[in-house]
Nanobody, 121 residues
């Protein structure tokens, strides 16, 4: 069994920064891609950024240059540093991890429960 738990959400003022964190734990052999998504009220879940196990990352155009994704493979964590937040960044932020429990097992995708970020003026 694998658990994915996000933290770091809360109420933020416009223009401020916030760092979200996500810990993956449980029956883990390797964690491959890790990613962040968000879902605003009434909208579909939106992909924000992905980081590969070996480090390369890519971003959605609307957050590139403002959000930074990084990971700590030793602790199976991934973080999202968000800068210059605006009201349209208000959403529930989700972490996704692609995990293999053992070399002979298939890679599975796991999601966290999400953490709410609310940006107010």
């Amino acid at each position: 069994q694998v658990q994915v738990v996000e933290s770091g959400g809360g109420l933020v003022t416009v223009g401020e920064s916030r760092r979200l964190s996500c810990v993956v734990s449980g029956n883990i052999w390797r964690v491959f891609d890790m990613a962040w998504y968000r879902q605003a009220p009434g909208k579909e879940r939106e992909w924000l950024a992905t980081i590969r196990e070996d480090g390369p990352s890519n971003y959605a155009p609307n957050v590139k240059g403002r959000f930074t994704i990084f990971r700590d493979n030793a602790n199976n964590t991934v973080s999202l540093q968000m800068a210059n937040l605006a009201p349209e960044d208000t959403a529930v932020y989700y972490c996704r991890a692609d995990v293999r429990g053992a070399p002979q097992l298939a890679t599975k995708t796991y999601w966290g429960q999400g953490t709410q970020v609310t940006v107010s003026s």
